[in-house]
């Protein structure tokens, strides 16, 4: 396995798997990687012949309130986990090669970035379709998975590769959790003990959301006031926005007669979690 910190590096080291006809998979991430991330990585792993993964907290992803400065990083951990998975190359790169004095450009996807998280992250997806633009031009991978867990991410990046045609496959994966069914995130550790607990209050929202839609209920106001009911008996929860949206627009729907996002954020404390499940041709998916 190894570590490239320039573009040249990467380009020499995907052009020559090229020329092996290998293909090539590729997971962006911020890391302090957990098993969510991982699970890509074993995705990539199994379908293609060569695995790229990144690590990169990417500044202009955050806003100016937010937690860029003390995001965790352990580069040193995440390169023993990914040395285990048989990753063949971390491209980790400095913030100045990414954006070097004077850098410029930036991607929008007009509309989908304004819903859900891109309400109160104003900014944030701009600065993740250019940083994932960025990388699928320098990487230049056959597939990239993508978690689930960041479902309007998923969406927009999808948006993104079909609006610019780019060449690549975005690959999305299921969420992973914790076996008490919190949804794994970096920024878990940023929780206290009775923070973590208090954080189960979104999981369990969506398990009810789950149940509701199984006994039959399609009205979307219905369970979505049910549902912040329940994270309201939480003292240590604050919500910032609990959502049923049309999955390929992300608009609001008044009924589950399509293929729909449950997507929530709550503060608990200090720290903004996010959650979400699916319901795809009548299934859920959590
Ligand atoms: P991040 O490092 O948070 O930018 O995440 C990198 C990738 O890992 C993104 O595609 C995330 O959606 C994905 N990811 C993060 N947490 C999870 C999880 N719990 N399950 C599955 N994928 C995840």
Redesign the pocket.
């Known amino acids: 396995m190894e570590i490239a910190k320039t573009i040249e590096e990467v380009r020499q080291k995907v052009a020559d798997w090229k020329k092996s006809g290998f293909k090539i998979g590729f ?6 990687l ?1 098993e ?2 991982l ?2 990585v074993r995705e990539s792993k199994k379908r293609t012949d060569r695995t790229v993964v990144s690590i990169f907290v990417n500044p202009t992803q955050f806003g100016p309130n937010e937690d860029y400065q003390i995001y965790p990083r352990d580069l040193e951990r995440d390169q023993k986990l990914l040395l285990e998975e048989g990753v063949d190359l971390i491209f980790y790169p400095p913030v100045e090669v990414m954006y070097p004095e004077g850098y410029k450009t930036y991607v929008e996807v007009k509309e989908l970035q304004d819903q859900l998280c891109g309400r109160s992250r104003p900014g944030h997806f701009r600065g993740v379709c250019t940083v994932v633009l960025k990388l699928f031009n320098i990487v230049q991978p056959d597939e990239a ?6 479902a309007q ?1 998923v969406i927009i990046i999808q948006k993104m590769v079909e609006d610019l045609n780019l060449s690549v496959k975005v690959i999305p ?5 914790d076996p008490d069914g919190l ?4 920024r878990n550790t940023y929780l206290r003990p009775e923070e973590r607990k208090a954080a189960l209050a979104l999981n369990r929202s969506l398990d009810l959301a789950a149940e509701l839609i199984r006994k039959g209920e399609l009205n979307a106001e219905i369970i979505r006031r049910r549902m912040l009911e329940l994270i309201e008996q939480e003292p240590l929860a604050r919500v910032d926005y609990v959502e049923i949206v049309d999955l390929k627009n992300l608009e609001k729907v008044e009924k589950l007669d399509r293929d729909v996002l449950i997507a929530l954020a709550v503060y608990v404390g200090r720290t903004r979690l996010i959650d979400n499940l699916r319901f795809i041709s009548g299934e859920v998916e959590k």
């Open positions: 997971v962006p991430t911020m890391g302090y957990h969510g991330h699970s890509l998975y993508f978690g689930w867990k960041d991410q994966r299921p969420i992973i959790r949804a794994l995130s970096s």
